[in-house]
């Protein structure tokens, strides 16, 4: 293993970050990372990749990389740039007729686009403007024929057109009728937040709740996380290092799936309701949150 890869791989430890974290957090291969960790820098597809991954490497475990690269200048292979070869230069000849051939075709071009514009504007104004004025003369026959016609008088017993008014019955509210009772919201000391079990390195809560939960995600300490609706193939919320203080919160209808790099470091609430961590040796956590079924709660739907 080299010095950098050593400092990388201490750096990461103490962060309590593994090498599915780090992938997660700079989208590099696992396989590159841990290359670069053992040094073995021919696995990687280039010397500008190489310098790449190490500094995306070095900012997610919160090391300097412009530091480091100095530091470890001897070991990190350089870029280098290879010279362009010079433009291949086309004989005199070759493209004099190029040019004589372009002039040509754009000169035929210029007089067919001439002519075009010619006959356009010879429509526009020459055979377009009889047709109009001759409409214009039609519209204004039919103004003077309408305004001599005299109005109509309204006959003995024709109802009034204000007696077509279709109004509400005196008494009867126009609304009254199409309110629908809102829905109270779930009470706090009602909602039961329980951990199933632990699969793998998931583990698995529920909550009781029959509508939308609002989750709370508090940083104490800088922290790496991942958050998406639904499960882990589900949309992500949110991605990345967060520093001490920063704090979302999310309307969720559904289940929600957390990824955690120091859970020792935020807190998750469910409506107000702090999450409890299971016991665990790792500070990496991966929770996953569901709405109980009805068999799980003993619940049979929305109280009546």
Do not use: C, H
């Not at 006959?155 to 009728?177: E, H, L, R």
């Not at 790496?224 to 919320?237: A, C, D, F, P, R």
């Amino acid at each position: 293993m080299s010095e950098l890869g050593a400092l990388l791989r201490k750096s990461r430890e103490q962060k309590g970050f593994t090498l599915d974290d780090i992938q997660n957090l700079t989208k590099i291969q696992k396989r590159y990372l841990e290359a670069i960790e053992e040094g073995n820098y021919k696995v990687l597809p280039g010397n500008f990749y190489v310098r790449a991954f190490i500094k995306n490497y070095a900012e997610a475990v919160g090391l300097n990389t412009e530091d480091m690269l100095e530091l470890f200048k001897k070991e990190v292979p350089s870029i280098t740039i290879e010279p362009t070869p010079d433009p291949v230069m086309m004989p005199r000849r070759a493209a004099s007729r190029t040019a004589d051939r372009f002039n040509k075709w754009g000169f035929t071009l210029m007089m067919w686009l001439f002519f075009i514009l010619i006959v356009v504007i010879f429509y526009i104004f020459v055979l377009r403007t009889p047709e109009d004025n001759a409409n214009k003369t039609a519209d204004q026959d039919t103004n003077i024929t309408n305004e001599s016609k005299p109005p109509a008088d309204n006959k003995p017993g024709t109802p009034n057109n204000g007696a077509t008014d279709t109004g509400n019955p005196t008494g009867q509210s126009g609304t009254g009728q199409t309110d629908q009772p809102t829905k109270p919201p779930q009470n706090n000391s009602d909602l039961k937040l329980t951990f199933v079990e632990k699969k793998g390195k998931t583990e698995y809560y529920t909550i009781n709740t029959t509508g939308t939960a609002k989750y709370t995600f508090k940083v104490n300490n800088r922290a790496w996380s991942q958050i998406n609706e639904g499960s882990q193939s589900g949309k992500v919320l949110r991605s990345g290092i967060d520093d001490s203080g920063a704090e979302y919160s999310f309307d969720v209808n559904g289940g929600i799936y957390f990824s955690l790099g120091r859970s020792d470091y935020v807190e998750i609430t469910v409506n107000g309701q702090v999450l409890e961590f299971e016991p665990t040796k790792s500070t990496t956590r991966k929770i996953q949150i569901d709405v109980a079924t009805n068999e799980a709660t003993g619940q049979t739907g929305t109280q009546q």
